[in-house]
C-alpha cells in the first residue's frame, strides 16, 4: 500500500482505508518542550535550521510565548529529519 497523502487522502478515506496516519496525532510541541530541552540541545541550530529567526525563537523559550502553528511545524519537520522526537 502506497503512503496517504493529500492527493489520495479522500479517496481513501471514502474507500475505508485507515488514513488516521496522514496526521500527526501523537505530536504536540508547546514551548515549554522546547524549554525544557535547552539544557541539552543547541535551540540556535534547530531555529536556523527550520528557518526561524533565532533571537525569536530564545525570545520565545525564555518568555514561555506560546509557538505559532508554522514555528510548531518547522521545529517538528526539523526534528524528523535527524530522526529526533519529542514526547511529553
Known amino acids: 500500500m502506497s503512503e496517504t497523502n493529500k ?10 482505508e485507515r488514513v488516521i496516519g496522514f496526521f500527526d496525532t501523537d505530536i504536540v510541541l508547546t514551548v ?4 525544557d530541552l535547552a539544557t541539552i ?7 536556523r535550521e527550520s528557518g ?3 533571537q525569536t525563537l530564545q525570545r520565545k ?3 514561555r510565548t506560546p ?3 508554522d514555528e510548531t511545524r518547522k521545529i517538528i519537520e526539523t526534528l524528523k529529519r535527524h530522526r529526533l522526537m519529542t514526547v511529553a
Not at 540541545?41 to 531555529?47: M, P, R, T, W, Y
Request: charged share 30%; hydrophobic share 45%; aromatic share 4%.
Open 67 to 69: 509557538l505559532s502553528g
Open 7 to 16: 492527493d489520495n487522502l479522500e479517496d481513501r478515506f471514502d474507500a475505508g
Open 32 to 35: 515549554d518542550r522546547p524549554a
Open 52 to 54: 526561524m529567526n533565532v
Open 41 to 47: 540541545l543547541n535551540l540556535s541550530a534547530i531555529a
Open 61 to 63: 523559550v525564555r518568555r
